[in-house]
């Protein structure tokens, strides 16, 4: 299964749409199940959606999952790593008034090279990704830890021993 979740505040329809054109054209609307938002205008015609799920459904579905289709939310991002979920995402953009800026582009931009991730710029290129992932042609992402990085703990480490010694 194919699980799209836009996130459960803002809806996403230019990532919908262009999961349900693909669908359309694919014919793999049977194998797609999204988490739209309560907030959507477009209404997908190729695979089944509801508006929210609950955390315990939400959770089943992910785990269910072969492939998570996503914004590029670090949530979702999060999520699928740490699950070791292949994720193909598509950012939100500010000039297209999908979220207030380019955060979403930044985050894509930084973990595109990631193994298990594929990122869009723009849905012209999201039926590639999707099909390259629906043809089992992506890599399962490296876990991660729950734990901070060695670097990042070594660097706050730092950064209070030489606040402490300049006081």
Same mark, same amino acid.
């Given at each position: 299964?194919?699980?799209?979740?836009?996130? &459960?505040?803002?809806?996403?329809? #230019?990532?919908?749409?262009?999961?349900?054109?693909?669908?359309?054209?694919?014919?793999? *609307?049977?194998?797609?199940?999204?988490?739209?938002?309560?907030?959507?205008? !477009? &209404?997908?015609?190729?695979?089944?959606?509801?508006?929210?799920?609950?955390?315990?459904? !939400?959770?089943?579905?992910?785990?269910?999952?072969?492939?998570?289709?996503?914004?590029?939310?670090?949530?979702?991002?999060?999520?699928?790593?740490?699950?070791?979920?292949?994720?193909?995402?598509?950012? #939100?953009? *500010?000039?297209?008034?999908?979220?207030? $800026?380019?955060?979403?582009?930044?985050?894509?931009? #930084?973990? #595109? &090279?990631?193994? *298990?991730?594929?990122?869009?710029?723009?849905?012209?290129?999201?039926?590639?990704?999707?099909?390259?992932? =629906?043809?089992?042609?992506?890599?399962? &992402?490296?876990?991660?830890?729950?734990? =901070?990085?060695?670097?990042?703990? =070594?660097?706050?480490? $730092?950064?209070? !021993?030489?606040?402490?010694?300049?006081?």
């Amino acid at each position: 299964m194919i699980f799209l979740t836009v996130g &459960s505040h803002e809806p996403f329809d #230019r990532l919908v749409r262009c999961v349900d054109d693909w669908c359309g054209a694919s014919g793999h *609307g049977a194998d797609v199940f999204g988490q739209i938002t309560k907030r959507a205008e !477009y &209404s997908p015609r190729h695979f089944e959606t509801v508006p929210t799920l609950g955390p315990a459904e !939400y959770d089943k579905r992910f785990d269910q999952a072969e492939i998570i289709v996503s914004h590029a939310g670090m949530g979702s991002i999060i999520t699928a790593l740490s699950k070791q979920k292949p994720i193909v995402m598509l950012p #939100r953009r *500010g000039h297209l008034h999908e979220t207030r $800026n380019d955060h979403q582009f930044a985050t894509m931009q #930084r973990f #595109r &090279s990631w193994p *298990g991730i594929l990122a869009a710029e723009d849905e012209a290129e999201l039926p590639g990704l999707l099909d390259q992932v =629906a043809d089992g042609g992506m890599a399962t &992402s490296q876990k991660i830890s729950p734990f =901070a990085d060695d670097q990042l703990v =070594a660097a706050v480490r $730092n950064f209070i !021993y030489d606040t402490a010694q300049t006081r």
